[in-house]
């Protein structure tokens, strides 16, 4: 029986270091990228990935931060290189944790990345995957505010484009802001919790 003790204390032990790494990791990742150290954040998302192959956060974090830093990005390849990177992660991602919504939305942003750099090259070819992708997440997650900001910005991108009014999206910019702050994700450590202050952005503007 104390040996039983003993091998349960050692196991216990063992997870709770594993789990204090994990902790410390992804909260230097994030530091580094809220210092504007992409890179770094980058390849510390990317070590932690790699011990941790059954959670699919860092690899989505390697997405996010890798997506993000393509916008506005004029070398196209270095531009490649990080949206090709994070495609790569992303799917690992979905492997891991398939039909996540938050996954489809990452998926699409990285389309929406390449359309951002050339329109005419990528617009057609992206834009139904990026429709079909929103469609997805919503069904998965019809209360998740990112999932319904997100379409509904890119639902405002689309009518832009075509000349058409954006104004019916905007409710829907609107309940999102108030399901982000009925949210609670908490429960899940370092689980995707952005999007309000860009949301708040875009009310602003209908509004305007």
């Known amino acids: 029986m104390k040996k039983l003790v003993a091998i349960i204390c050692i196991v216990v032990s063992f997870t709770s270091s594993a789990q204090d790494r994990y902790t410390e990791g992804m909260s230097k990742a994030m530091q580094l990228w809220g210092e504007q150290k ?14 941790e192959t059954d959670n699919w ?3 989505y974090y ?4 890798n997506t993000t830093a ?39 942003m990285i389309n929406t990345a390449w359309i951002a750099f050339d329109g005419a090259t990528y617009g057609m070819e992206l834009s139904g995957k990026n429709t079909k992708l929103y469609n997805e997440a919503m069904a998965l997650a019809p209360n998740n505010p990112r999932v319904i900001f997100s379409k509904a910005e ?18 829907d910019v609107a309940r999102a802001i108030e399901l982000f702050a009925s949210t609670d994700t908490n429960k899940v450590p370092f689980y995707p919790n952005w999007g309000e202050d860009r949301a708040k952005q875009v009310l602003s503007q209908c509004k305007s």
Not at 41 to 51: C, G, N, T
């Open 62 to 65: 390697v997405a996010l931060v």
């Open 38 to 51: 992409t890179m770094e954040a980058s390849h510390l998302f990317e070590r932690i990935a790699m011990a």
């Open 70 to 108: 393509s916008f506005g990005e004029r070398d196209e390849t270095k531009l490649s290189q990080q949206l090709e990177k994070a495609k790569e992660f992303v799917d690992i991602a979905k492997n891991i944790s398939p039909e996540n919504p938050e996954l489809l939305i990452m998926e699409a």
């Open 57 to 59: 956060l860092p690899y």
């Open 154 to 171: 890119w639902d405002m991108g689309s009518a832009r484009y075509f000349g058409k009014d954006t104004t019916p999206y905007c409710e």
